[in-house]
C-alpha cells in the first residue's frame, strides 16, 4: 500500500504543481468544479442508501452548480442558488419521506454535503484570483502536505498517546504535534524558496492554524467514514482512496487562508 501510495504521489504532484503554475483561470475553475462534482458523487454515494439514488443525483447536481458563483465572482447568485436548493428539497423530502425516523437525518445530510464541499472547496477558486494567487495555493498544498506527512511519520515512529481513537484509532498525539511541526517547516520553506512575500509573522500565524486545521479537516472525514461505516470515500486514487480522501485536510484550509489573505496580508 506504501509502494501504491507513493508511486501515485510521484506521478499526481508533478501534475498538480505544472496545472496550478500554468492553466488558466477558467481551466483551473473547471478542474475545481471536476473534483467538487466528484466528491459531491462520493459523499452522497455515503451519505444516502441506495433507496435515495434519486435524491444522490439531485444532490451532486446542485450541489456541483453551487460552485459556479465561485468561478464567477459573485456570492449573490450562490446565496440565491442555495436558498432554492434548500426549499427544493426540504418540499422533496416532506412529501417523500419514507420513515419519519430516518427522514430528518437523511435531509441534514443532502444539506451538509451542499455546504461541506462546494462552500469550502469554492474558495479555492477565490484564492486563485487574489494577488499571488498561485503562490497562496501553493503555500496551502505544501503546508498541509508537509503537516500530513510528518504527522504520519511522527506517529508511527513515536506515537504512543492515542489522539481521537473513536474517531481515528491510529492517530496520536506525538503525530498531531510533529504535523503542526511539519506545518511550520512547511510554511517555512515556501517563504524562503517561492513566497517571499510573506513576512516572518505571516509564517508563524499561518503554519500555527494550518498545522491545526489540516488536522482537524481530516478528523471530520475520519467522522463521516466512522458514521457511514465505509473505509474510504472512494477507490478513484490507487493507494489514497477518493477524492474527498485527499481533499479532507485541504477543505478546511482554502477559507481561512482566503480570508487571510484578502483582510490582512500586505504583499
Not at 473547471?30 to 444522490?56: T, W
Not at 505544501?142 to 504520519?152: E, P, R, W
Not at 511519520?153 to 504535534?177: D, H
Amino acid at each position: 500500500m506504501i509502494k501504491t501510495r507513493i508511486l501515485t504521489a510521484l506521478v499526481a504532484l508533478p501534475l498538480l504543481v505544472l496545472f496550478v503554475a500554468y492553466a488558466s483561470p477558467k481551466v483551473f475553475n473547471l478542474l475545481v468544479f471536476g473534483v467538487g462534482l466528484l466528491a459531491l458523487y462520493e459523499f452522497y454515494g455515503m451519505a444516502l442508501s441506495e433507496d435515495r439514488q434519486q435524491f444522490q443525483k439531485l444532490a451532486v447536481a446542485g450541489g456541483s452548480l453551487l460552485l459556479v458563483p465561485f468561478a464567477l465572482g459573485n456570492m449573490a447568485y450562490f446565496q440565491g442558488w442555495l436558498v432554492i436548493l434548500v426549499g427544493f428539497f426540504a418540499i422533496a423530502f416532506l412529501f417523500s419521506f419514507r420513515d419519519l425516523t430516518r427522514v430528518v437525518q437523511e435531509m441534514g445530510l443532502v444539506m451538509l454535503g451542499l455546504l461541506y464541499i462546494p462552500l469550502l472547496l469554492g474558495h479555492l477558486m477565490l484564492l486563485r484570483d487574489l494577488p499571488f494567487g498561485r503562490e497562496w495555493i501553493f503555500f496551502v498544498l505544501l503546508c498541509v502536505m508537509a503537516c500530513d506527512s510528518a504527522a504520519y511519520f511522527v506517529g508511527s515512529s513515536l506515537g504512543r498517546r492515542k489522539l481521537y481513537p473513536a474517531i481515528s484509532p491510529n492517530k496520536s498525539v506525538e503525530g498531531a504535534l510533529g504535523g503542526v511541526a511539519g506545518t511550520f517547516l512547511g510554511a517555512t520553506l515556501a517563504k524562503v524558496f517561492f513566497f517571499q512575500e510573506l513576512s516572518w509573522i505571516d509564517v508563524l500565524l499561518l503554519g500555527g492554524a494550518l498545522g491545526v486545521l489540516g488536522q482537524l479537516g481530516d478528523l471530520f472525514e475520519s467522522m463521516l467514514k466512522r458514521s457511514f461505516n465505509v473505509k474510504d470515500s472512494g477507490r478513484l486514487i490507487p493507494g489514497h482512496g477518493g477524492i474527498l480522501d485527499r481533499l479532507d485536510s485541504l477543505l478546511f484550509a482554502f477559507a481561512p487562508v482566503y480570508y487571510y489573505a484578502f483582510l490582512f496580508f500586505k504583499g
